[in-house]
Every structure is written in C-alpha cells, then in structure tokens.
C-alpha cells in the first residue's frame, strides 16, 4: 500500500519497531520502554513471542502504540501511564495493575485482578475476566466484553465498570465511590452495595464508554447501575452482622 | 466492750485487674471493641534480658573514644543496581502520612537525613514534605495502594513490599473519620470523614509464588535500580524470612508486637504476634541455613530504645534496626509539657495512643491545622537527630568495650540473658550458665 494512502495508524503500524522476545530479554524491552521521551519517533512498537511472558511493557510513561502479538502473563502493561497497549492475546493477572492513564485492549481473556487499582485510563477485555476485576479500583474505566467472575469491584474506590456479560458472586463488595454497570445477571451483590437508578447522566456515561471501548449495538439503557449503599462508611455496632 | 473481727485488707483479682475491668465497663457501654495506636504494652521478654559480657583476659576492648568503630551498613546489594548506603544502623519506619501530619513527616525527614540514614513513607503515599526533606526514602508499597503511582515509585531510593506489621499480623490499616481531611482524602482517592479500613491483603497477588512475580515487575518498572524491601509481622520468622528471599528481596523486614501502629483493636495488637526479641534468632536462621546471612539483608523493628537495643539486636545477626513509636517520642509525642491537655482527654502523658482519633495535643497523631503547627519540623528533625546521635554512640560504647570495630561485628558470643525465657528466644546462655534452652537436647 503506498504511504500516502495509509491511515495514521497503519503508517505508524508500518514503522513500528518490532521487538522480539524470543531474541531479547524482557529487561531489554522494558528498558527501551522506559527510555523515550517526549516527541520521539519511536511511537509504535510491537512486541513479538510474549509467550506467557510477565510485566510485559510495564510502567510506559509515553503516549506510544504497543501491539503484543500474543499471550502474556502477570502484570502486563502494569501501571501503564499514557500509551495504547493491545495484547492481540489473552492475559494473566492483574493485568493493567495500577494504570494511570493510556488504554489497554485484551484481545482474548483475562485472569483475575484485571485492572487492579487502576487510577486512570481506559482497560477493554473483549473475552471474560477472571475474579477480582476492578479490585480496589481507584479511578480507571474498565469494559468487560463478556462475564466477570466473583468478588469483582471489591473495596472499589473510583471509576466506572461496565460489563456487558454477567458478573459473579459478591459484586462490589464494601465498595465506595465507583459506578458498576452489568448488562446481563449479577450473581450476588457483596456488603453495602446496591442496585442503583440508571439516571440520564449514567447512560450517557456509559454510552461514551462503549463508544471508546468500540462496542457497537448495544444499548446504554440495557444496564442496571450498582453502587455503595454508603452503609458501612463510619463504623456502628449495629452494622457489625454486614461484614 | 464489744470484740470486732479485724478486718481483711481488700483485695483485688490479678486475673480482673483494674485496667481489665474498666475495659469490661467500656465493652458494655459502647458496644465497640477499643481501638488504639501503639504496640503491645503488656510485659515482654525484651533486649532488657540480655546483657553484654564486655572484655576479659581473652576479649581485649577498644579505646572508647580513640579506635574507630563503624557504624554503616549497605542495604540491598543482592540485585538492586543502587543499594542504599547508610551511615547509622537504625532507620525510620514506615508511618503513614494521614496517621501523622505533614509537619511530623517533614521532621522525620530532616531527621534521619541529618543522621545519614533513610525513612519510610507509608499507608497514605508519599508527601512532597517527607520526600523533599528525606534523602533516602524508602516507599512502602502496600495493599491499599493509597496513593500509588509509578512516578512516586521511581523518585523513591527503595521499595518496601508491606506483607505485615508486627501490631497486627494479618490486619489492614484503619484511619477513622476525623483524621480524613481533604488533603488526606485525596491522597487515598476517598470520601472525607469516612472510617477508613485499608486492606489486609494485596489485591493483585496471594502467597510467595506471586510475591515473586510482583517483585520482578517492581523491580523492570524501575529498571532493576531499587532495593526491594519485604515488610513481615513477627508472625512465622523463620518461614516468612525464607520465602521472602525465595520471592528476590534485598532486604526483610521483621516487625514484632511491640513495633506501633497507627490505630487498630487493642485484642489485636496485645494477642497476635510474637515479641521482637522471638523473631530474630529464626530470621537469621533462615537467612544462615540459605546461605543468604550479609547477602539479604534483615532490619528487625519492634520496642527499639537506646543504643544498648540496636547492639544487642545486631550482635544477634541482624543487618539494621527501625524505629517508630521511639522516633515520634523524640519529636514530642508523650512530652509531659501537654499533661493538662492529656489529662482532659482522659489520659496521661506517656500512655496516651488515641492517635486515631486526631486530637493529639503534640500535633503529631493529627491533621488538625491548629494542633500540627505545634510541631516546628526543624527543631524536631533535630531533636531525632540528636537521639539517633546518641544511641549510636551508646551501640559504639558497647561494641568497643567487646572489642569490636563495626557494630556489625557483635555476635551472640556476647552476650547472655536473664531468664530462661530470653535465653531460649534469643539462643544465648542464661547468665552464669552454659545453658541454651532447647540446644543440645535440653
């Protein structure tokens, strides 16, 4: 295809610096990583034979384009602050730990704790999570394509979870602040948290979210909202039997 | 005249104390388990049971204030590409910010940095005060993950994987309502005024398997610079020291029961966990039996004193010492100077750890604005400088009269305990004795 006819994302595609780490040591990768700056060329960069590998492309801290072209282990992307990163892959746990902003896109599935903590940015599993999606999230968006498993948002703190399957057992579970959203049946509500109205202000919110997240054809109104009942916020003696 | 019976003197159960019974009145009336700040105040076996041998015919002393003795220690060269180097064996320990008011961090900070040696952030991230002020910092990387972000990972000159604390083996952090200000709200991304209940256990990792893998991420965000550091309660030292260096830590950290927290149940912190002086001797057994003694490196922390505690700690095989609840008595905590206002609290100076509830008339335990400007973070960094100057000299005292030239040359050869009870945790002789309870068969 000649250059002038490619979209930005496919030019930038086309020089991407390839790494490969059957030939290179994952050290070797994450250091290259974390030497660019700002205004480097080097913006797309596309990591080969992960192979289950962990802290695949951890802490990035450039607004780069990182395509992982396979499965990865722990901690891939992990507290991630700015770059677009897809694992063409399923992945392991605790994946996008801690993320401060960027985007994170899973191809496949992802094991538990997915999100974990996560302060900012975008996480999308276009399979299923594993249980502990969102743990004590603290201002990330996560969208979940297909289920999540149990104990899902536990002590979540901020941020939105949109899940279009179904959601396990003990959702939010002493959740604070953050907005769950499940399209399909949640298998149990954990301590304090509760089934919400949906109010115009949560539709368009997750409205947006799909759009960023590339859902198409599925509506904002079929979600049900779940959040902190804000029962348990100051301890009182009578509440003792909710935990 | 009428014969009466003479009386007997009244006499008060041991098992239903006073302080147990008014305990049972304060259960009763408020239906709440009490909850306080500080370490295990009951009575311990304790470096107070060991005493030094000093020199004889066969062991000749050091001149006390000629013949150089050192005191530094490396910490952290089994894989980090920067170990921390320190001029003094004994650090600060991990208190939070939002536990302590900014001020009281600040001082900590210029505290140990005067000294040479480094302090540690804690459950509520790391303060532009402590880190400004401190020039080792070590960043404690916890379950909350309040405050986390890899930023403040990578401006930090250690990591420190909080497993435990020795006040509470398997508990989480608890900041109550009044002490979440704003600013401490939005450090840990919370409503203001809630009771806060920090995890106890990690989000994104269980058992040692995973602690591994969490290590190794730490360690490729931060391009293998950091010493990583494992926190542990004193609750299993033997197995929890070997499975830390199993996962690659540089350092453990062993914390007993009377090391402090900042708020947690009273039944919590007086019943769970070992003492300080039971943790070490299996600590650096498991260190010696990998062959990992001097190559990991062990910072025991619990009821650390004067100078006397740091010698005796070392010469038990650790690498270094950390302090708390003694460096926040150095910056004021406790003064008799506030007696009054301690006494309308209902308590008195020297046993007051409501530190949860922010009203510290020191302005330490507190982020209320009027009573933290009662902390001058100069003059108190000074203050803790100049005890950490004292007991380091007092640790020097000792080792020179043994003959040593580095603290870190004492050895238990030199010493002995008191009681039997000592003898058996700290494996040295019973004074006057040849006898190690539970060596050689007996």
């Known amino acids: 295809m000649p250059a002038n006819t490619m979209s930005k994302a496919e ?3 086309s020089h991407a610096r390839v790494f490969d780490l059957s030939q290179h040591s994952l050290r070797e990768l994450n250091q290259a990583l974390h030497k660019l700056t700002p205004g480097s060329n080097e913006t797309a960069w596309e990591v080969l034979n992960p192979k289950g590998s962990h802290s695949v492309a951890v802490g990035v801290d450039q607004p780069v384009s990182i395509d992982v072209r396979g499965s990865v282990g722990y901690y891939c992307a992990g507290m991630n602050d700015g770059a677009a990163i897809t694992v063409h892959g399923s992945a392991g746990p605790g994946v996008g730990e801690n993320m401060m902003s960027g985007s994170i896109v899973i191809k496949g599935d992802a094991s538990q704790y997915a999100g974990a903590t996560g302060r900012g940015g975008l996480l999308v599993i276009e399979g299923n999570a594993s249980s502990r999606c969102g743990i004590s999230m603290k201002g990330i968006d996560i969208v979940v394509h297909g289920n999540i498993g149990h104990m899902s948002a536990f002590m979540a703190q901020s941020g939105n979870l949109v899940v279009l399957g179904d959601a396990g057992d003990a959702l939010g579970d002493s959740i604070y602040e953050a907005r769950l959203f499940v399209r399909g049946k949640v298998e149990s509500l954990g301590a304090d948290c509760i089934a919400k109205e949906m109010r115009p202000e949560h539709l368009e919110l997750v409205q947006g979210l799909l759009d960023k997240a590339g859902v198409t054809g599925v509506k904002a109104s079929e ?15 009578d509440n003792a039997d909710a935990y | 005249m009428t014969y009466r019976n003479p009386p007997t003197t009244p006499r008060k159960s041991a098992t239903f104390d006073d302080y147990t019974l008014s305990e049972i009145r304060r259960a009763a ?12 105040k009951r009575k311990l076996p304790h470096f107070d049971d060991l005493l030094f041998l000093g020199a004889s015919i066969s062991r000749y002393p050091l001149e006390g204030y000629r013949e150089r003795c050192d005191t530094s220690v490396v910490l952290g060269s089994r894989h980090a590409r920067k170990p921390i180097e320190l001029k003094i064996p004994i650090t600060i320990a991990g208190m939070s910010f939002g536990s302590l008011s ?22 509520g991230g790391m303060t532009e005060e402590e880190r400004g002020h401190s020039k080792t910092l070590v960043y404690q990387y ?7 972000n890899p930023r403040d990972l990578r401006r930090a000159d250690a990591i420190e994987v909080v497993v435990g604390q020795g006040a509470k083996p398997g508990g989480g952090g608890m900041l109550l309502g009044q002490k979440i200000s704003d600013r401490v709200a939005e450090m840990r991304t919370l409503p203001k005024g809630i009771d806060q209940r920090s995890a106890s256990r990690h989000p994104d990792w269980t058992g040692p398997d995973d602690l591994e893998i969490k290590i190794l991420e730490l360690r490729e965000i931060t391009d293998w610079e950091k010493p990583i550091y494992v926190k542990v309660g004193g609750a299993r030292p033997y197995y929890d020291t070997a499975l830390a260096v199993k996962a690659g830590a540089d350092v453990v950290v062993v914390d007993g029961m009377q090391g402090g927290t900042a708020a947690t149940q009273e039944v919590f912190i007086e019943n769970v966990g070992q003492p300080t002086l039971a943790c070490i001797r299996p600590a650096v057994q498991a260190l010696q039996d990998l062959g990992m003694h001097r190559k990991v490196h062990l910072i025991v922390s619990g009821g650390i004193r004067n100078g006397a505690d740091v010698a005796k700690a070392l010469a038990l095989g650790v690498d270094a010492v950390s302090i708390g609840t003694a460096a926040l008595v150095a910056l004021g905590d406790n003064d008799p100077r506030w007696e009054a206002e301690y006494n309308a609290l209902g308590t008195t100076a020297g046993a007051y750890d409501d530190w949860h509830e922010g009203r510290d008339p020191a302005g330490i335990t507190t982020q209320d604005p009027e009573l933290m400007k009662r902390v001058d973070p100069i003059a108190a960094g000074r203050r803790l400088a100049n005890y950490l100057k004292v007991m380091t000299l007092e640790a020097q005292t000792i080792a020179r009269a043994c003959g040593k030239n580095s603290l870190h040359n004492l050895e238990p050869e030199d010493l002995v305990a008191l009681s039997i009870e000592a003898a058996a945790m700290a494996g040295v002789p019973l004074a006057g004795t040849n006898w190690i309870p539970g060596k050689n068969g007996f």
């Open chain 1, 11 to 13: 030019r930038d595609q």
């Open chain 2, 29 to 40: 009336a408020t239906g709440i388990y009490d909850i306080r700040g500080a370490g295990a």
């Open chain 2, 102 to 123: 900014g001020p009281a961090k600040e001082a900590l900070g210029r505290g140990a940095t005067l000294s040479g040696t480094s302090t540690t952030t804690g459950d």
């Open chain 2, 142 to 148: 916890l379950p909350s993950r309040y405050g986390m």
């Open chain 1, 223 to 237: 979600f049900k909202r779940y959040g902190s009942a804000r029962k348990l916020y100051n301890f009182n003696i």
